[in-house]
């Protein structure tokens, strides 16, 4: 029996050193990209993925009204200004922070949800988080996040969503219009303004009473502000980020 429990432990302090040594050499290798890449990418104004070509910024965060950076930091990461990089505690966030986000689009080639998670929200805590400040990473969000296709064509960044969804610039959309591509963040699909205009619409709904101050989330993961409509529950919803009751 000893040997067995002495087995066992050598067995769980190798587990523990091989998944930390695996963790620590990400960071490592994500500081080193970021100081050889992404910092010259931000000081170049532009941003980069792994699997894509350098790409000029459209928008700067700066760009944003007062207003537009509201919405946009209450609905996608509402502790954004006060967390370091990860956040499970205010109500509302979701899963994932706008940080998190960024290192899932400038870190990983291919991402599958379980262990990537850790190591996208690792990297986010010690890598991004130290690095690059808030509003850089609110630019590298406004000009990588996906808003979904339109035919067949994926639309990257809120400039390019602007302009196919609206025909208009960012600056000139009605905050009507600029909440509902907020609203397609948490997901695109589902979301879609010309697939699915009354769930997009319900959505706006849901989060102008959410900026109103007429709707308070009630818990982490109340990121739909209440229980989501039938049908949309029926579409499917990504796993963990919904808890509400299906009716």
Do not use: C
């Not at 002495?6 to 963790?23: A, E, M, P």
């Not at 910092?39 to 000029?56: A, V």
């Not at 989501?228 to 919803?237: F, H, I, M, R, S």
């Amino acid at each position: 029996m000893r040997k067995v429990s002495k087995y066992i432990g050598i067995i769980s302090l190798f587990v523990i050193l091989t998944v930390f040594s695996y963790y620590s050499y990400s960071v490592f290798k994500a500081r080193r990209y970021t100081q050889r890449v992404i910092l010259t990418d931000i000081q170049e104004n532009q941003w980069r993925s792994l699997n894509k070509e350098p790409k000029k910024n459209e928008i700067k965060s700066s760009d944003l009204t007062d207003r537009q950076r509201k919405i946009l930091i209450e609905v996608q990461d509402p502790g954004f200004y006060n967390h370091h990089g990860l956040d499970l505690t205010t109500p509302g966030a979701g899963l994932t922070t706008i940080t998190q986000a960024i290192a899932k689009k400038l870190y990983f080639e291919k991402f599958t949800p379980g262990f990537a998670k850790i190591k996208q929200s690792i990297i986010a805590r010690f890598v991004i988080d130290g690095l690059i400040s808030k509003e850089e990473q609110l630019t590298i969000f406004l000009n990588s996040m996906y808003f979904g296709k339109v035919n067949n064509r994926p639309l990257i960044g809120i400039v390019e969503a602007s302009k196919v969804y609206y025909q208009k610039s960012v600056y000139n959309l009605t905050e009507e219009e600029y909440i509902s591509l907020v609203a397609m963040l948490v997901m695109p699909g589902t979301f879609h303004i010309l697939d699915h205009p009354e769930w997009n619409k319900d959505r706006v709904n849901r989060i102008k009473a959410l900026i109103e101050g007429k709707y308070t989330p009630k818990g982490l993961m109340d990121q739909f502000y209440g229980d989501l409509p039938k049908d949309v529950l029926e579409a499917g919803v990504p796993p963990a980020s919904y808890f509400g009751k299906e009716e």
